[in-house]
């Protein structure tokens, strides 16, 4: 079963910016889409942002659109969300999630095969 591995996250002041990535490994793994969802505490995990491997096409969450970007860098096989003008309710944890195949509407977490660890995003005065 391929995994995701995660990096980036940390405490960022309101309005700034961060950049997570996303890389399955092993990196020859397969994925039709890459997503991005967060989660906090007592609330259903998000969709955030997805990426479809093949033809680059992506959707946002309209809390996000304007100010997040999912990107990929195929040579390297990483996804990136870059996320700027950062807000306080932007805190959460924040995942991967990958599927092999069409499983679904993109910000249903069911979509996806398997998932990243997470990494905090704290944005705070």
């Known amino acids: 079963q391929p995994k995701l591995v995660e990096s980036g996250g940390g405490s960022v002041q309101p309005g700034g910016s961060q950049i997570l990535s996303c890389a399955p490994s092993?990196?020859?793994?397969?994925?039709?889409?890459i997503a991005w969802f967060r989660q906090v505490p007592g609330k259903e995990r998000e969709g955030v942002a997805v990426?479809?491997?093949?033809?680059?096409?992506?959707s946002y969450a309209d809390s996000v659109k304007g100010r997040f970007t999912i990107s990929q860098e195929m040579s390297k096989n990483i996804v990136y969300l870059t996320m700027n003008d950062l807000k306080l309710e932007d805190t959460a944890v924040y995942y991967c999630a990958a599927n092999r195949l069409y499983r679904g509407y993109w910000s249903r977490s069911e979509s996806y095969d398997y998932w990243g660890q997470g990494t905090q995003v704290t944005v705070s005065t």
């Open positions: 092993p990196a020859t793994a397969e994925t039709f889409a």
């Open positions: 990426i479809y491997r093949l033809t680059g096409d992506s």
